[in-house]
């Protein structure tokens, strides 16, 4: 079964600062791969998703995650943070069809002034 | 607007009383799930359903129940709720096996 590991749980960092979130997963076939992101007292919003094709993926807000096979990472990246980022992000992992959506414990993290 | 909906947003009740969690999409997606979400935990998922009728156990489905009757609702049942079943639990629907899931606002539940 899949499972999924980020290993920050909590990341503080500066406005405007370069910030990366880490996701590993384990699985022994072909994935698909996603990040969610939530904000204080709201649920889940999808931040972008892997499927096939392009490694590198990126979302309207100016995250982008870069799928790595040969390491199992799907890690999360934005290059300059605002103070609006400061929320959990969870990266997710499923093999396809009927299988389980498996979620990591989430990355808190807290963009500073 | 589409969107998943799930009731009652707050729910406080005793252990042992039976409680329905309701959920409905209106975007005629195949797939939907429950999840709660826990501190330090992360989401687990409680059941799913690949569309009506078929079902399947999560990560954590001891003492949970669901029906999918209709392609749209999705229910939870707590038959004999346990003070650590207190959790943030989320619905969610999505279209495909290659899709992300739209996740509801949540349910806040605490069993006294």
């Known amino acids: 079964a899949q499972s999924v590991t980020q290993l920050d749980s909590q990341v503080p960092v500066f406005e405007e600062a370069p910030v990366e979130l880490r996701c590993n997963y384990s699985?022994?076939?072909?994935?698909?791969l996603f990040w969610y992101v939530q904000y204080p007292n709201q649920g889940l919003q999808l931040l972008l998703k892997?499927?096939?094709?392009?490694?590198l993926v990126e979302s309207i807000n100016g995250f982008e995650a870069e799928f790595n096979k040969s390491q199992t990472s799907f890690h999360l990246r934005k290059p300059s943070v605002h103070i609006s980022d400061t929320a959990e992000y969870f990266c997710?992992?499923?093999?396809?069809?009927?299988?389980?959506?498996?979620f990591g414990p989430g990355t808190r993290l807290s963009v500073l002034p | 607007e589409a969107q998943v909906t799930q009731n009652p947003r707050y729910l406080i009740t005793v252990t042992g009383k039976k409680l329905t969690v309701t959920c409905s999409q209106n975007?005629?997606?195949?797939?939907m799930s429950w999840y709660r979400q826990d501190p330090g935990l992360g989401l687990r998922q409680i059941y799913y359903?690949?569309?009506?009728?078929?079902?399947d156990k999560g990560d954590v489905p001891e003492g949970y129940k669901v029906s999918r009757k209709e392609k749209r609702n999705f229910p939870l049942i707590l038959e004999s709720p346990s003070p650590n079943q207190t959790s943030l639990y989320f619905c969610?629907?999505?279209?495909?096996?290659?899709?992300?899931?739209?996740f509801g606002s949540g349910t806040r539940l605490t069993v006294v």
């Open positions: 969610a629907s999505r279209v495909g096996h290659n899709y992300g899931y739209t």
């Open positions: 699985s022994s076939v072909s994935v698909y």
């Open positions: 892997y499927l096939s094709g392009s490694t």
């Open positions: 997710a992992v499923t093999e396809g069809y009927g299988q389980n959506f498996v």
């Open positions: 975007m005629n997606h195949e797939y």
């Open positions: 359903s690949m569309n009506v009728e078929v079902t």
